[in-house]
């Protein structure tokens, strides 16, 4: 672009100063649903704090309570199936690149490949699938503010693949926040769960009873605790994904600030040559008619 | 009379914390009462209605699925959701029952079913606590 023409510089900055707007409006939008997905996570805490001890105490007193979900270790998944959480919306900086290159280098690496890749958010799924991994492209499971309704409609998914005995076990890769400055992408099981993820159940009551046996509380538990898993997961992606948002806009307001500060001079240069030559060419025509 | 603790939680918030007298709450295998000083129990809890008894003052509420802990007169819910009886819009549960129940006569996949069956059981235990009836 050439830098002489003042209207020109003066278009440039107008829509410099638009972008900067929207890129500040964004991420005001991002750092306070942080705060509410902080919340939510704090919320869900306890339920899901006392549905992993109640397991606890249940193996600790029937250790021979064993589900489906609840037994085996990850290695002897022959087939196992992923669920991957990317996002719907971009200007998320890095966020979803960083997951796919993750996602993709974990699944391509594993021993037994997986069979089949739930991906949750469109630009993560489209990646994935264009690098040759099984993706289900007939789930087309939504990103956005995570709901119970949604980890719900997940947990089903996956626990009915794994009743049907298409898969023999579940993965999860997402992003974990740790803090705006720390995102991590990691790699999860859902299930099989060997009974020490339950922890320590400390000292347990031996007079308990369990009703109506101890086996159907834990068929009562074991889904609600996957989809909690679920729900924290989902939240843990969300916050992240703002996190990204919040410091890619940060750095596209500084760019474009930059940038705004540079066309000013530009600018400036341009009107002022404009006038000295408009100047030049009065003076000149002047003195020619003098003489 | 003697009062216990009771606890109510859900994943989306901390429902409820106080004391009462007497709940009445179902099970799986139907509906129990627990009042203070109950032997401990770990019981699963079905999706119905709650009853809560403090002071000779009643109040119900439509509670998910989930468990239900007693130990030392402390009684601890962690169930999918709770709602008093006045936050819910008995026209709306009443809708849902509809909707589950055509659905029930039209489909015949087994997990379809088992999902119209539970949205059935939520609509019930909703309309239950909001006083309104089926018909």
């Given at each position: 672009?050439?830098?002489?023409?003042?209207?020109?510089?003066?278009?440039?900055?107008?829509?410099?100063?638009?972008?900067?707007?929207?890129?500040?409006?964004?991420?005001?939008?991002?750092?306070?649903?942080?705060?509410?997905?902080?919340?939510?996570?704090?919320?869900?805490?306890?339920?899901?704090?006392?549905?992993?001890?109640?397991?606890?105490?249940?193996?600790?007193?029937?250790?021979?309570?064993?589900?489906?979900?609840?037994?085996?270790?990850?290695?002897?998944?022959?087939?196992?199936?992923?669920?991957?959480?990317?996002?719907?919306?971009?200007?998320?900086?890095?966020?979803?690149?960083?997951?796919?290159?993750?996602?993709?280098?974990?699944?391509?690496?594993?021993?037994?490949?997986?069979?089949?890749?739930?991906?949750?958010?469109?630009?993560?799924?489209?990646?994935?699938?264009?690098?040759?991994?099984?993706?289900?492209?007939?789930?087309?499971?939504?990103?956005?503010?995570?709901?119970?309704?949604?980890?719900?409609?997940?947990?089903?998914?996956?626990?009915?693949?794994?009743?049907?005995?298409?898969?023999?076990?579940?993965?999860?890769?997402?992003?974990?926040?740790?803090?705006?400055?720390?995102?991590?992408?990691?790699?999860?099981?859902?299930?099989?769960?060997?009974?020490?993820?339950?922890?320590?159940?400390?000292?347990?009551?031996?007079?308990?009873?369990?009703?109506?046996?101890?086996?159907?509380?834990?068929?009562?538990?074991?889904?609600?605790?996957?989809?909690?898993?679920?729900?924290?997961?989902?939240?843990?992606?969300?916050?992240?994904?703002?996190?990204?948002?919040?410091?890619?806009?940060?750095?596209?307001?500084?760019?474009?600030?930059?940038?705004?500060?540079?066309?000013?001079?530009?600018?400036?240069?341009?009107?002022?040559?404009?006038?000295?030559?408009?100047?030049?060419?009065?003076?000149?025509?002047?003195?020619?008619?003098?003489? | 009379?003697?009062?216990f603790?009771?606890?109510?939680?859900?994943?989306?918030?901390?429902?409820?914390?106080?004391?009462?007298?007497?709940?009445?709450?179902?099970?799986?295998?139907?509906?129990?009462?627990i009042m203070a000083n109950h032997m401990?129990i770990?019981?699963?809890?079905?999706?119905?209605?709650?009853?809560?008894?403090?002071?000779?003052?009643?109040?119900?509420?439509?509670?998910?699925?989930?468990?239900?802990?007693i130990?030392?007169?402390?009684?601890?819910?962690?169930?999918?959701?709770?709602?008093?009886?006045?936050?819910?819009?008995?026209?709306?549960?009443?809708?849902?029952?509809?909707?589950?129940?055509?659905?029930?006569?039209?489909?015949?996949?087994?997990?379809?079913?088992?999902?119209?069956?539970?949205?059935?059981?939520?609509?019930?235990?909703?309309?239950?606590?909001?006083?309104?009836?089926?018909?």
């Amino acid at each position: 672009m050439s830098m002489n023409n003042t209207g020109e510089i003066k278009a440039r900055m107008k829509s410099i100063r638009q972008t900067v707007q929207i890129a500040n409006a964004q991420k005001l939008i991002a750092a306070s649903r942080i705060g509410k997905a902080q919340k939510m996570l704090a919320d869900a805490k306890p339920y899901h704090e006392n549905i992993r001890q109640t397991i606890a105490e249940l193996l600790a007193l029937h250790p021979e309570v064993l589900t489906p979900f609840v037994g085996a270790g990850w290695t002897t998944s022959l087939k196992p199936g992923f669920l991957v959480l990317s996002s719907d919306t971009g200007l998320a900086g890095g966020y979803n690149s960083n997951l796919v290159k993750y996602a993709e280098q974990e699944l391509t690496s594993m021993e037994h490949k997986p069979v089949t890749v739930l991906v949750q958010g469109h630009l993560g799924r489209d990646n994935l699938n264009k690098k040759g991994l099984p993706v289900d492209m007939t789930q087309e499971l939504r990103a956005g503010t995570p709901t119970l309704h949604d980890a719900g409609v997940i947990a089903k998914k996956v626990m009915s693949l794994f009743e049907e005995q298409e898969v023999d076990g579940f993965g999860i890769v997402y992003t974990k926040y740790h803090s705006a400055a720390r995102l991590e992408p990691v790699h999860e099981k859902i299930f099989p769960l060997p009974p020490e993820t339950f922890g320590n159940a400390g000292i347990v009551r031996s007079d308990v009873t369990f009703e109506p046996s101890p086996e159907a509380v834990m068929e009562m538990l074991i889904p609600k605790y996957i989809k909690g898993f679920i729900y924290g997961c989902l939240i843990h992606a969300w916050t992240s994904e703002l996190a990204s948002r919040v410091s890619a806009m940060d750095s596209a307001i500084r760019n474009g600030r930059e940038m705004l500060g540079k066309l000013t001079q530009a600018y400036n240069r341009a009107r002022q040559a404009a006038i000295t030559q408009e100047i030049t060419e009065i003076v000149a025509g002047a003195n020619a008619l003098v003489e | 009379m003697k009062t216990f603790k009771l606890l109510i939680r859900t994943p989306e918030r901390s429902a409820y914390e106080g004391e009462a007298d007497a709940i009445v709450f179902s099970t799986p295998e139907g509906r129990i009462g627990i009042m203070a000083n109950h032997m401990p129990i770990v019981t699963a809890v079905a999706e119905d209605t709650i009853e809560f008894k403090l002071n000779g003052e009643e109040r119900t509420a439509a509670i998910g699925q989930g468990v239900c802990k007693i130990f030392d007169n402390v009684v601890e819910f962690d169930v999918t959701s709770m709602e008093w009886s006045d936050e819910i819009d008995a026209a709306r549960a009443k809708e849902a029952f509809e909707r589950a129940a055509q659905r029930m006569k039209e489909q015949a996949d087994r997990v379809e079913q088992a999902r119209n069956q539970a949205s059935m059981a939520r609509a019930l235990a909703r309309l239950k606590a909001a006083g309104g009836g089926v018909t």
